[in-house]
């Protein structure tokens, strides 16, 4: 991902998720040096991931595929892509957070062999007003 693929990019950010990343933190993220990666196809960009890597530990901080080409093996090839990444960096560990309402990236993650290990308590926005917890899920690489 670079800074040119950011229209793209927060085009399916905005279409797939309630609460979408602002431009301003998808720029944080390259600025920093995270690892942040496009998928593409003939038509363009159709899903990213951001990685981040330290201390042997990664953080899967964003993985999505374009609402019309979910379900179609995508977000697993590049959840594979992601786990190829952090062990290259050579991280041990990978987390993430994630709704507990996220029904197909919880399917894909315990798919995957993550386990829960912990919850954080009212972590995102919530259509109520209120907040919604966060699972937090690891995988040992
Ligand atoms: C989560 C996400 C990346 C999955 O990508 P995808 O390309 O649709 O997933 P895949 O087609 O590779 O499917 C992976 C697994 O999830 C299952 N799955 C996908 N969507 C599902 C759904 N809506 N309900 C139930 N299971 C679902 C698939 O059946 C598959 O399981 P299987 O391999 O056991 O058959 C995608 O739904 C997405 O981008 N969502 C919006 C962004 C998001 O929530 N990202 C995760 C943040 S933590």
Same mark, same amino acid.
């Given at each position: 991902?670079?800074?040119?693929?950011?229209?793209?990019?927060?085009?399916?950010?905005?279409?797939?998720?309630?609460?979408?990343?602002?431009?301003?933190? /998808? @720029?944080?993220?390259?600025?920093?040096?995270?690892?942040?990666?496009?998928?593409?196809?003939?038509? &363009?960009?159709?899903?990213? /991931?951001?990685? $981040?890597?330290?201390?042997?530990?990664?953080?899967?901080? %964003?993985?999505?595929?374009?609402?019309?080409?979910?379900?179609?093996?995508?977000?697993?090839?590049?959840?594979? @892509?992601?786990?190829?990444?952090?062990?290259?960096?050579?991280?041990?560990?990978? /987390?993430?957070?994630?709704?507990?309402? %996220?029904?197909?990236?919880?399917?894909?993650?315990?798919?995957? !062999?993550?386990?829960?290990? !912990?919850?954080?308590?009212?972590?995102?926005?919530?259509?109520? !007003? &209120?907040?919604?917890?966060?699972?937090?899920? $690891?995988?040992?690489?």
């Amino acid at each position: 991902m670079g800074s040119g693929d950011l229209p793209a990019v927060l085009a399916i950010e905005r279409a797939a998720y309630p609460y979408p990343w602002t431009g301003a933190i /998808f @720029q944080d993220c390259l600025r920093v040096g995270y690892c942040c990666w496009v998928a593409e196809d003939a038509s &363009g960009v159709i899903g990213y /991931f951001v990685l $981040s890597v330290a201390a042997q530990e990664a953080h899967l901080l %964003n993985l999505c595929i374009t609402p019309q080409l979910q379900r179609q093996g995508l977000g697993r090839r590049l959840l594979r @892509q992601v786990l190829r990444l952090a062990r290259e960096h050579d991280a041990r560990s990978l /987390f993430l957070e994630v709704r507990p309402s %996220n029904t197909a990236a919880l399917v894909l993650y315990r798919g995957t !062999g993550f386990t829960e290990i !912990g919850v954080r308590r009212a972590y995102y926005p919530a259509d109520d !007003g &209120g907040r919604e917890n966060a699972v937090v899920l $690891s995988l040992s690489l």
